[in-house]
């Protein structure tokens, strides 16, 4: 007769093992310890066999059956479930140990951040912050979950490709120097093997500008190149330009020949006339609120001069646009800041701040491909470029004075 359960828990251990059949097979063994063990007796090549299928109560009388029933089909099929089952839990011991693995491998941010923490000390705080925030917007979204041994060359220049993509190519220089740093120090604890980036050409990016003169994106020495601007004691002229540079994206002569009739304090911008534009069409400059007040400081000299910054021998000429370089020379920053490189450090930040690339590129009066579409649209993308020229300044003021700065968008805009 087939088992019940009632049948089974009744049953007692003797002093020897036993066995009651169920059917089709199915028996279960009662132990002198009273553990009751699910078996299947089946013949397998010609020989009798029998497979474990498991314990009572875990498994009850109707799974068993199944369980049989499993079994049995697999005989049929030539397979011996016996064989089957230690093939199955190999496997899963082995992929048990592969993940247990994998969870102990070292990722690349795993590996930042211990070479961050281990130089951090010796850094600056704004030094420290500026390679973090760099990292973790560039290499980190791409490396960053990768077990260090599977990154190859080709997931460098991944990571590099993108952010050449966006132009920022200050900021792919940068990235790629840091991200062979990192390997350096995994190799040399014992982290890694090698350095995916050692090896890697420099020809299959794209070069710099020719005219991507010397400038500075550093958050801890562009906070020093601010400070020492403000406290400049050339000429009057001079000095306001260089304060004003930071802030308007201008080329050093079309800043330093502003004329008072191209600026508007009541619509808070300047407008550069077509024939004093690199690119032969007007410019329009929005001005922040920080840019309006060197503006309105220069305003004494007004009724003296059409210019807005005059030449300090005579006002009837402006400044020279490279009065602006050499005073950055005479401030200690010769080989490392141009006026026209202010332009390279605005392009490079407000990418890594995540605004439109179309709107850093109109207020950077970069020529379009459709030469009539510029010359209707000099206002194109207006508020925009007002709001994003507000929030720069901002920016740059927060990194002179050493304040926290919160980046504006986290996946672009």
Known sequence: MPLTDTAIRKMKPEAKRYRKTDSDGLIIEVTPNNKKIWRYRYQFAGKSAIFTIGDYPAIPLAKARELRDEAKGQVQQGINPTEYKKTKIAQQQAELEHQQAQANRMTFTQLFDLWHAHNAENWTYDYA????????????????????????????????????????????????????????????????????????????????????????????????????IDTYLGDISTATALKLAPLVFLRPNELAGLRWDEIDLEQNRITITAERMKMKRAHVVPLSKQAKALIESMQIFQQQSEYLFPSPRTPARPINGQSLNAGLHRMGFKGKQTAHGFRHTASTLLNEMGFNSDHIEKQLAHEQGNKIRGTYNKAEYIQERAKMMQ???????????????????????
């Open 391 to 413: 929030a720069y300044s901002d920016h740059l003021e927060a990194i002179k004075t050493g304040a926290e700065i919160i980046p504006m968008f986290k996946n672009g805009a």
């Open 129 to 228: 912050k500026d390679i973090r925030e760099r990292v973790e917007a560039h290499l980190i979204p791409v490396l960053g979950n990768q077990p260090l041994e599977e990154i190859k060359p080709k997931d460098i220049i991944n990571a590099l490709k993108q952010i050449e993509a966006k132009g920022i190519m200050e900021t792919m220089k940068r990235s790629r120097q840091y991200a062979s740093r990192i390997f350096r120090y995994g190799v040399g604890m014992g982290h890694c093997e090698t350095d995916p980036v050692r090896d890697l050409p420099t020809d299959i990016f794209k070069k710099q500008d020719k005219d991507n003169f010397n400038h500075i994106t550093d958050r801890g020495e562009l906070s020093q190149l601010l400070r020492a």
